[in-house]
């Protein structure tokens, strides 16, 4: 039965639709030498069908239903297949496939989001496989003066600036108890949302001629850098050495805390489609996360950055 054809006096179903939403999805794409050079493709896609569902609405009978699983699933399996050119490229050959493989499906609409984003360089040098999301991060400035004591406090710092390396990441060694079921991770992909917090001395605050924004920008070079070039076998260790960074170069610094949400990826099991999935196609998870933080200062020094903040992916 197709809608708008009335099955209770009163009333019928007019127009309708269903899929999946915002399927998250990241595809690693591998090019040059041993496939070194790694490209990341990060997309947001929407399923929505239009056809002869009266039945599915009114009587509950799902002979006419493409779950929306299987809108999900094809989304994944299509990246693996045919990977992704463009985003309206993908947003042709699913939506084609919809309407051309199931005669109940008339219309389909897919709606994409692509996230842009850029290479890490270091030392002015761009990496392999270590990107920040395109867009500013947001500068931050936390700055209390005391006329009791006179001292001036400025805390310098950033958020929202995200981060991604599609390799050099692992994850394994951990306690494991009765309620323990995570796998152990030999190569992951590694990406966070950093918010960062640093203290200044009082030699830098003191000084009328501090230059304020070049202490910023190298400060988040460095932030940036040490992200791209850590080996990392946890968060915290790669938070350790980011801190550790920014005050090996920056002398003006005495302390950096830093809020690292753990934006998980998880590999899409393809399985049950025939496909491999040679960790190439994951599942850009939003919620729930592991969120790291800590604060590190240089020895001797007493932390000043709040740590109770609460901070979200
Ligand atoms: O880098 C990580 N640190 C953790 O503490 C942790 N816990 C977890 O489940 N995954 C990860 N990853």
Excluded at 8 to 15: E, R
Excluded at 214 to 240: G, I, M, N, P
Excluded at 269 to 277: E, T
Excluded at 285 to 296: Q, S
């Amino acid at each position: 039965m197709k809608s708008g054809v009335p099955r209770v006096s009163a009333y019928v179903l007019d127009q309708n639709q269903y899929g999946k939403a915002e399927n998250r999805i990241v595809k690693i794409t591998r090019r040059g030498n041993n496939g070194g050079w790694h490209d990341i493709t990060d997309l947001n896609v929407s399923v929505a069908l239009r056809g002869e569902f009266g039945e599915v609405h009114y009587s509950g009978d799902n002979s006419n239903c493409l779950p929306t699983d299987t809108t999900k699933n094809t989304v994944y399996a299509f990246a693996k297949e045919h990977g992704v050119a463009s985003a309206e490229a993908f947003g042709i050959l699913l939506a084609k496939h919809f309407v051309t493989s199931q005669p109940v499906i008339h219309e389909a609409q897919i709606r994409v989001e692509e996230y842009a984003w850029d290479r890490i360089p270091v030392a002015g040098r761009e990496q392999q496989h270590s990107f920040v999301r395109k867009g500013q991060e947001i500068r931050t400035a936390q700055v209390t003066y005391s006329g009791d004591t006179g001292a001036l406090q400025v805390i310098s710092g950033l958020k929202e600036l995200t981060v991604l390396n599609s390799t050099n990441s692992e994850f394994h060694g951990y306690i494991k108890d009765r309620y323990t079921t995570l796998k152990e991770a030999h190569d992951r992909i590694l990406a966070t949302k950093v918010t960062a917090r640093w203290a200044h001395s009082a030699a830098a605050t003191g000084r009328e001629d501090f230059d304020w924004n070049r202490s910023y920008e190298e400060s988040k070079r460095h932030l940036l850098e040490a992200f791209a070039e850590t080996y990392s076998y946890s968060l915290q260790q790669t938070l350790f050495a980011m801190a550790g960074r920014v005050m090996d170069n920056r002398p003006e610094v005495n302390e950096v805390r830093l809020n690292l949400p753990n934006k998980h990826h998880f590999l899409v099991d393809l399985d049950p489609f025939g496909l491999k999935n040679d960790n190439e196609v994951y599942y850009a998870a939003d919620r729930m996360y592991g969120l790291i933080e800590g604060t590190i200062h240089r020895e001797g020094v007493k932390p000043v950055i709040a740590t109770s903040d609460w901070i979200t992916a």
